[in-house]
């Protein structure tokens, strides 16, 4: 048996090699505990971990009494998620435990595995035992405690109850990286946040310089559309960490949301000098000249984009967008066609291409893309005010009052009671028009405008102006 150790010139690569090739020999090679860890964590950072696994029970060949060596071998076991590797998960724990049997990972691994295999009370009995271990008091140690305990709440669906055990985690161990990974997760399905505003808060006190507190902090306050201090815990988050896409991204969606067009191109270009752009990012900045009114711009990063990421639907789709601000109708029904190949269950992209298709008088396609619009999306109003929209300007009255009582069944909103009055008014119901046209001054006057820009003659006339009058000083 040939002896090998591992030292800093032996590069991981290197040493990864060997193994390999000494393995596929069949040769036998010691290595000392420590390089076969390197080997585990270099297999297990690369996903492999059945390859982890045969090296560690290569290693426990030579080295049968290490507690690492058999934790780890747990700890790759319960990551595969069979039945039969958790209880061979369990046994290894347990003898990890036999050789160190004051070993705090160990403990919280074993309790997490009793969680895995539904030994909620077994799981929470051992739990007991480490809080009252006067060695496992230290804040870092408790820290990891309250995560573990957490994991098993979430085994149980308890979400409030694991995010109690978390947040007393973070206020002891503020950057604890598991807990700032799926915490978001947590608050969500816990329904957890004003609480996370005021926990956040606390770990900022602590540690100012916590990033990803600041980032969720900013969740926190967009969830509860206070946008503005949202804004700037996103900033506080890319200042303390440049690289930090995510922040950029959320704090540029937040000046979107406030239709500050500026601001979100701000965060977005920042972003540009320290990350690498992806599909979205470059997409993102096109859509902020889009509505800016920066066709030929939009259009440049749109295109981008697109070179990053040739799959990107929402690109084609907004492509098209700026094609039909242009009046290049038939270009914009390309794209729209691309959006659609790429994802056909987006009534928007239908909706868009009807209205390409009726600017070039191709009505019966026009048609069909309207009734898809309103399958796909029927509890939105805006789509089917577009399909009546469309039947009453190419003289389908009736067909128009069918599809805004057809609307009825599924959605309800003031615009589709401007446009059902529109269409009794041309239908010379005039009772039902002025009753219909009540009904939605009552309901929203501004939307009002819909009636000069279909039928301006309509408001014109004494008696659905009396009405409109009537309803405007209420």
């Not at 074993?110 to 496992?136: G, M």
């Not at 980032?215 to 506080?236: F, M």
């Not at 909706?351 to 191709?362: H, I, P, R, T, V």
């Amino acid at each position: 048996m040939e002896q090998h150790n591992y030292n800093k010139q032996h590069t991981l690569i290197d040493l990864v090699t060997e193994y390999e090739a000494m393995s596929q020999q069949g040769a036998v090679v010691f290595y000392e505990e420590t390089v076969f860890s390197h080997l585990i964590d270099y297999y297990q950072n690369e996903k492999a971990f059945e390859a982890a696994l045969a090296v560690v029970d290569n290693a426990l060949r030579q080295h049968c009494f290490s507690a690492f060596l058999y934790y780890k071998k747990a700890q790759l076991l319960s990551i595969l998620c069979h039945e039969s590797s958790l209880d061979q998960a369990l046994d290894a724990i347990e003898r990890a435990e036999s050789i160190a049997p004051r070993d705090l990972s160990i403990a919280l691994l074993k309790t997490q595995l009793l969680a895995r295999k539904q030994l909620f009370s077994d799981a929470f009995s051992l739990l007991t035992q480490i809080k009252e271990n006067s060695s496992s008091n230290s804040s870092l140690n408790m820290a990891e405690i309250y995560c573990c305990e957490g994991l098993v709440f979430e085994e149980m669906g308890e979400y409030e109850a694991m995010y109690a055990s978390w947040s007393k985690a973070l206020l002891l161990h503020t950057r604890h990286p598991e807990i700032l990974q799926r915490i978001w997760i947590c608050i969500k399905r816990s329904q957890k946040h004003e609480e996370c505003i005021s926990l956040f808060e606390s770990i900022i006190d602590k540690d100012p310089y916590c990033h990803m507190a600041w980032y969720y902090l900013g969740h926190g306050l967009s969830y509860l559309n206070r946008y503005d201090e949202a804004i700037e815990a996103y900033e506080y988050a890319f200042v303390i960490d440049n690289e930090f896409e995510e922040a950029y991204k959320e704090c540029a969606a937040n000046c979107l949301i406030k239709n500050d067009y500026t601001k979100a191109l701000e965060c977005y270009e920042e972003a540009l000098r320290y990350v690498q752009p992806d599909g979205d990012l470059l997409f993102n900045i096109g859509l902020c000249y889009e509505y800016q009114g920066n066709i030929e711009v939009a259009l440049n990063f749109y295109e981008k984009a697109i070179d990053v990421d040739e799959y990107h639907d929402e690109v084609y789709y907004h492509i098209g967008k700026c094609m039909s601000t242009n009046g290049k109708w038939t270009s914009a029904i390309h794209f729209f066609k691309k959006a659609i190949s790429l994802d056909n269950r987006q009534e928007d992209y239908f909706s868009a291409l009807a209205l390409a298709y009726y600017n070039l008088d191709e009505l019966e396609k026009a048609f069909k893309c309207f009734n898809k619009a309103t399958e796909l999306a029927p509890e939105q109003p805006s789509f089917w005010v577009d399909y009546a929209t469309f039947l009453l300007k190419i003289g389908y009255v009736e067909e128009a009052l069918d599809t805004l009582e057809e609307a009825e069944e599924h959605s309800y909103g003031s615009e589709l009671l401007y446009c059902k009055s529109i269409c009794l008014y041309k239908l010379k119901q005039e009772t039902k028009a002025i009753d219909a046209l009540g009904e939605a001054l009552m309901e929203n006057f501004e939307g009002r405008k819909l009636l000069t820009e279909l039928v301006p003659e309509m408001v014109e006339l004494p008696t659905y102006a009396s009405v409109i009058k009537y309803y405007q000083k209420k």
